[in-house]
Nanobody, 115 residues
Framework: QVQLVESGGGLVQPGGSLRLSCTTSGNIFKIATMGWYRQSPGKQRELVASISYDGFIDYLDSVKGRFTISRDNAKNTLYLQMNYLKPEDTAVYYC?????????WGQGTQVTVSS
């Protein structure tokens, strides 16, 4: 079973930056398309960014030009560099596969953008 552990969230002012990390267990990471998701109160979880095992990347329109997804297959780790953060980016951020790994959602990491 895949285990996912997100970290790196926090409170940041608008315009600030954060770097999220997601460590994974197991060997599936190296061949999986991975994604960062987020969920804010009262809203459905949405896919923010994705990266295939061979580096094909896609982003939610609202984060293009501000967020950068990357992966280190040797470390089984997924990253999300978030710049120029906006209050509307406030959410709990999760990582998971695409399609999602069964029963693998972690606790997520809270990102709060506020002055």
């Amino acid at each position: 079973q895949v285990q996912l552990v997100e970290s790196g969230g926090g409170l940041v002012q608008p315009g600030g930056s954060l770097r999220l990390s997601c460590t994974t267990s197991g060997n599936i990471f190296k061949i999986a398309t991975m994604g960062w998701y987020r969920q804010s109160p009262g809203k459905q979880r949405e896919l923010v960014a994705s990266i295939s095992y061979d580096g094909f990347i896609d982003y939610l329109d609202s984060v293009k030009g501000r967020f950068t997804i990357s992966r280190d297959n040797a470390k089984n780790t997924l990253y999300l560099q978030m710049n120029y953060l906006k209050p509307e980016d406030t959410a709990v951020y999760y990582c998971n596969g695409i399609p999602t790994f069964q029963d693998a959602w972690g606790q997520g990491t809270q990102v709060t953008v506020s002055s």
